[in-house]
């Protein structure tokens, strides 16, 4: 991606390259685009210190008078929120907004956990850089403390949903399981999970804070990872209990960009083409929470 290349991704509804509209374009691109920015970096993402501080910012009732500048963003629909926008008291309220009953129904097959931009890495080596050219940790350092059992020599297949600012903010089970053991909190850096941030910080699913859940399936285990990012103060787990239905709330994300990255192992979903192919060429796809992204394998 160079310098002032847009962020696109295919809507699927339409099937066209869309130009991402970028909260705090002109900040992202100074923090990784420039040198000054770079220098900035043990300050600005090397621990919770910023992010924090952007928590209580936007935890407070003055946050509020930023609402309307969020909401009117392509790709915020606020017509789906609970309530209606002036009744939200503060900005992360806002931010982390349940929907209307029947705004996001949940699919057959495996659904995606989230809002976001999907992207699939199928087949991939557990010892191997993880997601991009240029990486340098592999796909089992994101998973650690937790790797999986064999992870060492594993193939996987990984669906990477990209959260942006303006997308609900909530995420959600794919498909019935049950989990045995609590989630796994790992520490870590904030940076960005923006593609302008990512490109030249590749290793950044290993590096930021997240939370890791393995997910007992009907097609084998499944891992659920919740990844922090610039600006996100808080990764919140709202489930409770071992046994979990499809579409269940699992939990949320305060302010900023963040990702869910749903693991299996290889072959045991068959992935919608579309996603698969678009994938293929490098672009994300756009998908709703609850919208079925897959199938399992032995299911045609």
């Given at each position: 991606m160079g310098k002032d290349d847009p962020v696109e991704y295919v809507d699927r509804r339409t099937g066209r390259r869309t130009v991402e509209t970028v909260m705090g374009d002109r900040a992202l691109?100074?923090?990784?685009?420039?040198?000054?920015?770079?220098?900035?970096?043990?300050?600005?993402?090397?621990?919770?210190?910023?992010?924090?501080?952007?928590?209580?910012?936007?935890?407070?009732?003055?946050?509020?008078?930023?609402?309307?500048?969020?909401?009117?963003?392509?790709?915020?629909?606020?017509?789906?929120?609970?309530?209606?926008?002036?009744?939200?008291?503060?900005?992360?309220?806002?931010?982390?907004r349940r929907l209307k009953p029947g705004a996001r129904p949940v699919g057959d097959g495996v659904t995606s956990p989230a809002d976001g931009r999907i992207s699939l890495h199928l087949g991939a080596d557990a010892?191997?850089?993880?997601?991009?050219?240029?990486?340098?940790?592999?796909?089992?350092?994101?998973?650690?403390?937790?790797?999986?059992?064999?992870?060492?020599?594993?193939?996987?297949?990984?669906?990477?949903?990209?959260?942006?600012?303006?997308?609900?903010?909530?995420?959600?089970?794919?498909?019935?399981?049950?989990?045995?053991?609590?989630?796994?909190?790992?520490?870590?850096?904030?940076?960005s999970v923006n593609p302008l941030a990512v490109a030249l910080r590749p290793d950044v699913y290993a590096m930021n804070e997240r939370q890791i859940l393995r997910c007992e399936t009907a097609f084998g285990d499944l891992w659920l990872v919740e990844v922090g990012a610039f600006g996100v103060g808080t990764i919140c787990q709202t489930f409770s209990g071992p046994k979990h239905a499809k579409g269940e709330e699992k939990g949320y994300f305060k302010f900023g960009g963040s990702t869910v990255i749903m693991a299996t192992r290889a072959g045991a979903l068959e992935f919608d083409a579309d996603i698969a192919a678009n994938s293929a060429q490098g672009l994300e796809t756009k998908v709703l929470c609850g919208e079925r992204i897959a199938v399992p394998a032995a299911r045609k």
């Amino acid at each position: 991606m160079g310098k002032d290349d847009p962020v696109e991704y295919v809507d699927r509804r339409t099937g066209r390259r869309t130009v991402e509209t970028v909260m705090g374009d002109r900040a992202l691109r100074f923090a990784y685009r420039t040198l000054a920015g770079r220098l900035l970096w043990p300050l600005l993402f090397g621990g919770r210190t910023v992010s924090a501080m952007l928590g209580r910012k936007f935890d407070s009732p003055s946050s509020a008078k930023k609402i309307p500048a969020l909401a009117s963003l392509p790709g915020c629909n606020p017509g789906e929120a609970e309530k209606p926008v002036p009744e939200y008291a503060t900005f992360n309220e806002f931010f982390t907004r349940r929907l209307k009953p029947g705004a996001r129904p949940v699919g057959d097959g495996v659904t995606s956990p989230a809002d976001g931009r999907i992207s699939l890495h199928l087949g991939a080596d557990a010892g191997a850089p993880f997601p991009l050219k240029g990486a340098k940790r592999a796909l089992r350092d994101v998973f650690a403390p937790s790797a999986p059992p064999g992870a060492a020599g594993g193939l996987f297949d990984i669906a990477v949903v990209r959260l942006a600012p303006v997308d609900y903010h909530r995420f959600h089970f794919p498909c019935d399981c049950s989990t045995p053991e609590p989630p796994v909190a790992v520490p870590g850096t904030y940076h960005s999970v923006n593609p302008l941030a990512v490109a030249l910080r590749p290793d950044v699913y290993a590096m930021n804070e997240r939370q890791i859940l393995r997910c007992e399936t009907a097609f084998g285990d499944l891992w659920l990872v919740e990844v922090g990012a610039f600006g996100v103060g808080t990764i919140c787990q709202t489930f409770s209990g071992p046994k979990h239905a499809k579409g269940e709330e699992k939990g949320y994300f305060k302010f900023g960009g963040s990702t869910v990255i749903m693991a299996t192992r290889a072959g045991a979903l068959e992935f919608d083409a579309d996603i698969a192919a678009n994938s293929a060429q490098g672009l994300e796809t756009k998908v709703l929470c609850g919208e079925r992204i897959a199938v399992p394998a032995a299911r045609k």
